[in-house]
């Protein structure tokens, strides 16, 4: 037999369970009361609003009209049930100016709050199969939401396809930015043969604040995707050329940044760079070889920098060629941060801001095995880096960006003073 503490261990359990059952019921029953009460405010208003139309014996012609069948909505809370309120006004069908009563409480086909709908979508984007929304609703929700379809995606994926085209055609939030990140990722596609790359160019304003500001389904990186891509750019507000363009070594992307910004510095990507390095060497010297390349773009000055990087040059030039010569393609264009203040080096050394973002998506891909078009994956994309924007933190010390922009000159990060006239 139980003894007397797990008895007393049982029924406190049973006690909890009850009482959470409780709060559960009361939760919900306060929801849909507040709901229907906003239901009936909300048509009360639109009464009185109309109350002067009166037919010729003086009646009233915007009147209640009982209510529609009751309708079950799922909440953060559960299911409710709850009455939409309908008005008669068919005799105000010819008054002008007159609006018909439309619930922006409860849309006629709503079934479930847009809380819910955000639910789906975060389940959706972090990689939950539409196949296990039922078991992860029902965990969240509680039972009532376990019969929702998976259909539902599909319906989302719909709406984020006219808000990615929206999106993409708005204009810029400001004319002006000091830096731009700029990084091309491959993806597979279920459906197609071709694997699609995804062209995604981030901002930071003179704000030190950073903006998603493009995100397009390129052609491996060419050329002329990249130039397609800054020019409409230019054509949504940035006429200005940024300071400073941070990317890796793809030769469309700088082409293209050189016919239509042509004054924009170029900064490679050194995560991309050092990758590109070690890819040429053995595994046994990876490490070593890691290390000293961020002795070089860690240095405190450029002078520093470059006496490590003639060290790594001669240390690997006469049995790995091919790795010294990778590093020194890019030499002219891997210390231009050091031109710019100190506190943006960890922002500008690499296009880790949209790494990072990557490293989410491909989390997405990799447990459906790839999405089954290109605007699939292309808006999956979108989606996630809106998400991942409202993170995003500013730029260090970015009220420097004004010394920036007014072309003062900094040397290892340090502002120079203007010699006296």
């Not at 309708?71 to 008054?95: F, Q, S």
């Not at 819910?116 to 972090?126: F, N, S, V």
């Not at 199969?129 to 319906?155: H, Y």
């Not at 050394?349 to 078009?373: P, Q």
């Amino acid at each position: 037999m139980p003894g007397k503490k797990s008895m007393r261990i049982e029924a406190a359990c049973a006690t909890a369970d009850e009482v959470q059952g409780d709060i559960e019921r009361i939760a919900r029953e306060g929801a849909r009361r507040l709901f229907q009460a906003a239901l009936e405010v909300e048509v009360e208003e639109h009464l009185s609003r109309w109350e002067h139309l009166k037919d010729d014996e003086g009646h009233q012609v915007v009147v209640r009209n009982g209510h529609a069948p009751r309708r079950r909505i799922l909440t953060g809370v559960g299911p409710i049930t709850v009455r939409r309120p309908r008005v008669d006004e068919r005799g105000a069908k010819d008054v002008v100016g007159h609006q018909t009563f439309s619930s922006a409480i409860l849309p006629r086909f709503l079934r479930r709050s847009p809380t819910l709908e955000g639910t789906l979508a975060t389940l959706y984007l972090k990689g939950v199969s539409t196949n296990d929304f039922s078991t992860a609703l029902e965990a969240i929700m509680g039972e009532g939401a376990a019969g929702l379809s998976a259909t539902t995606i599909s319906k989302l994926k719909v709406v984020w396809e006219a808000e990615y085209e929206a999106w993409r055609k708005r204009p810029l939030e400001s004319p002006e930015y000091a830096y731009l990140w700029a990084d091309g990722v491959y993806f597979n596609v279920r459906l197609e043969e071709d694997r699609s790359c995804i062209l995604v160019v981030i901002g930071a304003d003179y704000q030190g604040k950073k903006h998603l500001l493009a995100v397009r389904d390129g052609y491996r990186e060419s050329e002329q995707s990249w130039k397609e891509l800054l020019l409409e750019l230019k054509s949504r507000g940035l006429e200005t050329a940024p300071k400073l363009a941070i990317g890796d070594g793809a030769l469309g992307f700088w082409k293209a940044l050189a016919q239509v910004y042509p004054t924009t510095r170029a900064q490679r990507c050194w995560i991309h760079k050092t990758v590109n390095v070690l890819d040429k060497m053995p595994k046994s010297l990876r490490a070593r070889a890691a290390a000293m390349i961020r002795d070089i773009y860690m240095a405190e000055s450029k002078a520093s920098a470059m006496k490590a990087y003639c060290l790594f040059c001669d240390s690997f030039r006469d049995k790995y060629p091919k790795a010294v010569a990778c590093l020194e393609d890019d030499e002219e264009v891997l210390f231009n941060f050091y031109d710019m203040p100190a506190a943006h080096w960890q922002h500008i050394r690499s296009t880790n801001v949209i790494e990072s973002v990557f490293a989410m998506v491909r989390l997405r891909t990799d447990k459906t095995r790839g999405c089954g078009t290109r605007v699939a994956t292309l808006t999956m994309v979108f989606k996630l880096m809106q998400e991942a924007q409202a993170n995003w933190r500013r730029l260090d010390k970015w009220q420097q960006l004004k010394l920036v922009h007014e072309g003062r000159r900094f040397v290892d990060g340090v502002l120079q003073e203007e010699s006296a006239a």
